[in-house]
């Protein structure tokens, strides 16, 4: 607790220290109406103009200033290739986006006394463990929703992309190892901030979706707005995924996010969106009513862990509670994005002082739209110019990020060693393989080839295609379907192998699972 009291110290001294040292602190005298006009006006152009560029198929835009929804439009198609379109109502899957309207969710729970950020994991869900005892005993609400359990980043996704539920996740997160020391180090975790969610609603009763309806998007008339997926699809009017094959948009990948809900499995429109930007920029306050007591938000707000700079405009940035807190060239901002690679990007910006916030949703990954955007509004609603074109800016660092994986997969296996050794017989490779995490997988022949399955039941199969000895190659991914990743099997002195490592596994390092049976 004492290490926490510090942090928590040192946070709020950060902020103060940056408030007051900035050069950029922005006044809220620079928010005229005339330039907030000028603003919308510029924005609605530029949105037109990246949807008709084929920036992205579709996308929807709210913008809040003083407690009103001053703007609030669709932009594109629900659909590349189809003619209906994105209205203020159309239903996006808006992925990290909901990791701050959990926050604020939980925040309610605060409010309401049912929970604190400083609950200790260990009294609400006690069935949770981390791979070491003394985090496992002393972690909090708080210390998930920050992403300082030493959890490693990806711990559970993996597990989540081969079919396992929240339940069985959460459980095996137990045999991943720390990546840093308890509160030491800041490791964006999904299934970390889930666990925050699902313990904070234990006292309730109830699951974690009940709890978002009753707390949140019941009392602000969230309508369109759920943690479930099965709700996100009985909507007519939503938007699908999309990912680029050969530079043209494709709706090709559908994403079931319920295992981790709290933390990427929100739908929401634009419009529903905007009424909780008004909560959030109100302090609790929705109107007129206190909804949420305002220290219990505040804390989501408060920069605990630091994460460097922006890397476009240059920022300091911190993370909350769910939150990213950044101070940058228009002062202070509260802001989270969001994404699938398969095909969602979502934005949150909050300018808190000028009571000024735009939420955008697209359609499609990757993009910078959704950065772009928001970084050539603030511009012109502080600056009353842009300063640079954001949108490209923004697309040149995804590519940069995203694209040279793909090419570096690619290039690792162009071309087998020459000459390429041939395969052992059918025989050396199949069988059942095991590890706690991974839990089983099983080669197997299918035709004149072998196939890896792996998660519940054998819930996922791969084709494996020879590439030199004992090591195969396989096509994991469903938006990079020429992306090779490598499987391969240790074979003993008997012929037969003894441990399989499945590469799409190993981001943990542990994808490696040892013969347990033929």
Do not use: C
């Amino acid at each position: 607790m004492r290490l926490d009291r510090t942090l928590r110290r040192w946070g709020m001294w950060a902020f103060i220290a940056v408030m007051v040292l900035s050069p950029h602190a922005a006044s809220a005298d620079t928010i005229t109406p005339d330039r907030i006009a000028a603003a919308l006006s510029k924005l609605e152009a530029l949105a037109e103009g990246v949807v008709a560029d084929g920036g992205v198929p579709g996308l929807a835009i709210g913008v809040v200033h003083d407690d009103k929804v001053i703007f609030l439009k669709g932009f594109g198609h629900r659909e590349a290739g189809k003619p209906e379109a994105v209205d203020v109502d159309t239903v996006f899957q808006i992925a990290s986006l909901s990791k701050p309207v959990s926050a604020t969710i939980v925040a309610a729970l605060v409010s309401d006394e049912i929970v604190s950020w400083d609950a200790k994991i260990a009294d609400l869900d006690p069935g949770f463990r981390l791979s070491e005892p003394y985090p496992t005993s002393e972690l909090t609400v708080r210390d998930l929703f920050a992403h300082r359990s030493g959890l490693p980043g990806t711990a559970g996704d993996d597990l989540e992309g081969i079919g396992y539920d929240r339940a069985e996740i959460l459980h095996r997160l137990r045999f991943v190892p720390s990546m840093s020391s308890f509160r030491a180090g800041y490791s964006y975790s999904n299934f970390g901030l889930t666990e925050g969610a699902v313990a904070a609603a234990k006292p309730t009763g109830k699951p974690w979706e009940e709890i978002a309806e009753e707390k949140l998007y019941r009392p602000l008339g969230m309508a369109s707005t759920s943690s479930r997926h099965a709700d996100f699809i009985k909507h007519a009017n939503r938007a699908a995924l999309h990912v680029k094959i050969d530079g043209a948009w494709a709706a090709k990948v559908k994403r079931d996010p319920d295992a981790q809900a709290p933390a990427g499995g929100v739908s929401s429109t634009a419009r529903d969106l905007s009424q909780w930007v008004r909560l959030v920029l109100g302090n609790g306050v929705y109107d007129g009513k206190p909804l949420i007591a305002a220290d219990a938000l505040a804390e989501t707000h408060v920069p605990l862990m630091t994460r460097g700079k922006n890397p476009v405009s240059g920022g300091e940035s911190f993370y909350g509670l769910g939150w990213n807190i950044e101070f940058g060239r228009h002062g202070l901002s509260w802001g989270h994005a969001g994404a699938f690679s398969v095909g969602a990007r979502t934005l949150v910006t909050l300018f808190p002082e000028e009571k000024l916030g735009i939420v955008i949703v697209a359609n499609a990954f990757s993009t910078g739209v959704p950065e772009g955007l928001s970084d050539s509004f603030a511009d012109m609603a502080f600056d009353g110019k842009i300063e640079k074109d954001w949108v490209k800016a923004w697309d040149d660092t995804y590519a940069g990020l995203f694209g040279p994986a793909v090419a570096a997969a690619k290039a690792t296996y162009a071309a087998p060693p020459s000459p390429a050794s041939a395969a052992g017989p059918a025989s050396a490779y199949k069988g059942r393989y095991f590890n706690d995490f991974i839990g089983d997988v099983v080669v197997s022949s299918e035709g004149d080839g072998l196939v890896l399955k792996v998660g519940p039941d054998g819930a996922r199969s791969y084709s494996l295609e020879h590439f030199d000895r004992d090591m195969f190659l396989t096509y994991p991914d469903a938006e990079t379907p020429d992306a090779p990743s490598g499987v391969s099997f240790v074979v003993g002195p008997d012929g037969k192998a003894s441990a399989i490592t499945v590469e799409f596994l190993d981001g943990n390092h542990l994808g490696t699972l040892r013969r347990v049976g033929d």
